[in-house]
Nanobody, 113 residues
């Protein structure tokens, strides 16, 4: 059974930074693509970034140049470094294992103006 546990969310001022972590268990982490999504109030959940087993990354246009996804296979953990945060980045951020369609519980990120 896949388990994904996010951490690192919080309240930050515009222009600030946060790093989210997602610890995975129940899978052979190193061979799997991982992803971060977010859902703002009243909006649909959207893809933020993905990272393949080989480290190839993709980003939503809205976060390119500001967010960086990375992974540490030794720790079974995927990260999302978020810099230059904007109020519109406020959302619940979710880690996802696409192959098993498994989701974490989410972590709240709030950016104040």
């Amino acid at each position: 059974q896949v388990q994904l546990v996010e951490s690192g969310g919080g309240l930050v001022q515009a222009g600030g930074s946060l790093r989210l972590s997602c610890a995975a268990s129940g899978i052979i982490f190193s061979i799997n693509t991982m992803a971060w999504y977010r859902q703002a109030p009243g909006k649909q959940r959207e893809l933020v970034a993905t990272i393949s087993s080989g480290g190839r990354t993709n980003y939503a246009d809205s976060v390119k140049g500001r967010f960086t996804i990375s992974r540490d296979n030794a720790k079974n953990t995927v990260y999302l470094q978020m810099n230059s945060l904007k109020p519109e980045d406020t959302a619940v951020y979710y880690c996802r294992h696409p192959a098993r369609d498994s989701w974490g519980q989410g972590t709240q990120v709030t950016v104040s103006s």
